[in-house]
């Protein structure tokens, strides 16, 4: 299948600091890619659509300044945590929708293996 | 976004077939029947998805209501590694088209040896 790839798997920072995460679509183009946010028992929490070439459009109480999204190319999208502070600590995973070139059962997300952010 | 329902939580021993429900009263036309799955500390798996009949992959099969106003996924013979939180999602399908993916509470499914 498809695959989705994030960087760095883990990562940790100081609080006051910025953390940058990436994501790849390894094998297909990927105009729209989705970053979530999940706490330990909880479910994913989605936090903006990232669209190639444009703004990324974010979820309601979701800070943009905060959680800056860049898709500057098909394959690649970012999330940059800035200011980072404790309670950002969490596991980011994105995804990317890969677009079929046929059929009509409309095109399938793929998801990253995420990426654990601690904050200290 | 329409809304799904499932339970909690369910158990299943090794290679017995599991069946999890979904409810979905609300779905509208367009609405894809997507399943994902997760297991600890990884981003979602896709399992599979549909629309209006029923469909198997070798990973799973769903079963589709005839008023799609519910759903089923059917793992034929359950096995220690299908141990994950299980999401059903509605999502905006169409050519070219594919809402984003808004995951619920989903079902954590154990698996006993």
């Known amino acids: 299948g498809a695959v989705v790839s994030q960087h760095p798997s883990w990562v940790i920072c100081k609080s006051g600091t910025s953390v940058k995460i990436e994501c790849r679509s390894l094998d297909f183009q990927a105009t729209t890619m989705f970053w979530y946010r999940q706490f330990p028992k909880q479910s994913l929490m989605l936090m903006a659509t990232s669209n190639e070439g444009s703004k990324a459009t974010y979820e309601q109480g979701v800070e943009k300044d905060k959680f800056l999204i860049n898709h500057a190319s098909l394959t690649l999208s970012t999330l940059t945590v800035t200011s980072a502070h404790p309670e950002d600590s969490s596991f980011y995973i994105c995804?990317?929708?890969?677009?079929?070139?046929?059929?009509?059962?409309?095109?399938?997300?793929?998801f990253g293996e995420g990426s654990w952010l601690t904050v200290v | 976004d329409a809304k799904t329902t499932q339970p909690n939580s369910m158990e299943s021993n090794e290679e017995e077939p599991v069946h999890l429900p979904c409810n979905h009263s609300?779905?509208?036309?367009?609405?894809?029947i997507h399943w994902y799955r997760q297991l600890p500390s990884q981003g979602p798996e896709y399992v599979i998805h549909g629309l209006t009949s029923n469909v198997n992959n070798r990973m799973a099969s769903l079963a589709i209501a005839e008023d799609r106003k519910s759903s089923t996924l059917i793992l034929h013979r359950a096995t220690l590694r299908d141990a994950a939180v299980y999401y059903c999602?509605?999502?905006?399908?169409?050519?070219?088209?594919?809402?984003?993916?808004?995951f619920g509470q989903g079902t954590e499914l154990s698996v006993k040896p």
């Open positions: 609300t779905i509208s036309g367009t609405d894809y």
């Open positions: 995804s990317a929708r890969r677009v079929r070139e046929y059929g009509l059962s409309g095109n399938t997300i793929y």
């Open positions: 999602i509605l999502r905006e399908g169409g050519y070219n088209q594919g809402g984003k993916l808004i």
